[in-house]
């Protein structure tokens, strides 16, 4: 079985890879006239109203992205139990979104670090609002994604010309955040409108009970998330609030990069995914065989990146960031070369693994394990290498998190089981 063989594997990594681009890649040509034109002070600004936000997102998700993908998998060809998942989600979503909105807004009355950019956190929290309505889940499930790769690499790109035409001066910062959010909402409407004008569901009123059965089945997942998002997302908030503004820039200057191939590698995760719940039901070993061969191809991919970043930071910043304080993000990037490695593989053994095979348990006690050790060490590695300390946090969590999947692996005989 070679992995480039299915047909309709590639035709959906394609689409998924193109729209990781629109995401992650399209944003790395705006990012540096950003850095340029606010200066990493006010692009810090944005960068950790950003990250702050996505503690929200990650809680309107709630882990359907994986648990509500592997329902609608398993339910190809049945339209009503598909539309079923679709609304039971759409409704948790919804109602998920309500309970952030609130707790949003208390943060941003009682902490004056929150309350002096509110405007800032205001406009960042429509990302929140359209990643409850973009079901880029149900697309993947159905494995579709040619449906909605146009609509959101469009706005992605108009997003960044005007951008360039428009924001020209260090006090634009609100105004370069709204128009980014306003192209991801205008994405989520699309694919929305998309959805239905294509009648890939119909209505079925959510029950109660049913969208409890919904959150229930997601909470490991989410859980999981949860924990992972503590010793990454957290990284910048404790860097913003231990050494400021500044040093948010520059470390999310190279962070992006990072997180952008990350992003693009993960997308393997995201497309095989339903395949494998497929090879899964038919074959545990030849499952095993599949995911194993996702894991040396990736691995192969991320050690050729990490040596070229490795060599060649400094060029690659100075080309994006020109010079100033920004040329300090090229040693934040030395120090992330191994970062894309652990992160993408723990990424799809995570998923492709320890959630299809039934070891959810398993998985979040790990990850909880890595969010004690990111949390216990963050603050003391930022207060003595600032910048670096944040990169070199997130790197030893996630090799730890290795480490732990693949002696939970080999302890639970998954191969010899199969």
Known sequence: MKLLSDKVLRKNFSYLFVLQIANYIIPLFLFPYLGTVLGSENFGRIMFAQAFVAYFTLFTDFGFNVSSTKEIADALGDKIKISETFWNTMFAKSLLLIISFIVFGAILLLFGRFREDSTLFFISFVNVVSAVLFPVWFFQGTEKM???????????????????????????????????????????????????????????????????????????????????????????????????????????????????????????????????????????????????????????????LGVGIFYFSDLIISLMFKTGEFMKSAEVLRFSVLLPLFSVINGVIAINIFITFGLKKKLLNIVMIGCVFSLTFIAPLVIIFKENGAVICATLTEIIIFILLLFTIKKSNLLHES
């Open 146 to 304: 040619g449906f909605i790769t146009i609509i959101n690499t469009i706005p992605r790109v108009v997003m960044c010309l005007i951008t360039f035409w428009l924001v020209k001066k260090v006090s634009d910062y609100n105004l370069a955040l709204l128009i980014q959010v306003l192209s991801t909402f205008l994405s989520a409407i699309l694919s929305l409108a998309l959805l239905f004008y294509l009648r890939l569901v119909i209505f079925i009123r959510p029950s109660i009970k049913s969208v409890k059965k919904q959150i229930a089945n997601s909470w490991h997942i989410f859980a999981t998330s949860l924990s992972s998002n503590l010793y990454t997302t957290t990284n910048t908030i404790i860097l913003g609030l231990i050494a400021g503004n500044t040093s948010v820039g520059i470390y999310s200057a190279a962070d992006k990069i990072i997180r952008a191939l990350i992003a693009l590698l993960s997308s393997v995760t995201q497309v095989v995914f339903p395949r494998v719940n497929v090879y899964y039901n038919t074959s545990k070993k030849k499952c095993l065989q599949f995911v194993n061969q996702i894991v040396y191809a990736i691995a192969v991919i991320c050690l050729v």
